[in-house]
């Protein structure tokens, strides 16, 4: 199997900054797409940003020039810089990955257990 760790949620205040870091662990081949959603109480879970293995990164319009994606893959992390945090972006946060098992299998997606960030003063 598959796990996913992430870190760094909490609470700040308007304007601050949070790093969330996700790390995948486990019978892993390889990691294609690593990626972070959220969900916010009574929304649907969106897309945050998304970053391939060759590094090709894609952002949710609300969060372009605050949030910048990264990724480690010596050491199977996907991380999360978020400036400028607005009270908007509170929700839980969720890492996710697609990885092959096995040279042979397909990919698969994963999920971590998600982690909450709030926003407010």
Do not use: H
Not at 41 to 70: C, H, M, W
Not at 93 to 116: I, L
């Amino acid at each position: 199997q598959v796990q996913l760790v992430e870190s760094g949620g909490g609470l700040v205040q308007p304007g601050g900054s949070l790093r969330l870091s996700c790390v995948a662990s486990g019978s892993i081949f390889s990691i294609n797409d690593m990626g972070w959603y959220r969900q916010a109480p009574g929304k649907q879970r969106e897309l945050v940003a998304r970053i391939t293995s060759g590094g090709s990164t894609n952002y949710a319009d609300p969060v372009k020039g605050r949030f910048t994606i990264s990724r480690d893959n010596a050491k199977n992390t996907v991380y999360l810089q978020m400036n400028s945090l607005k009270p908007e972006d509170t929700a839980v946060y969720y890492c996710n990955v697609r990885a092959k098992r096995f040279p042979w299998s397909a990919d698969d997606a994963y999920w971590g257990q998600g982690t909450q960030v709030t926003v407010s003063s």
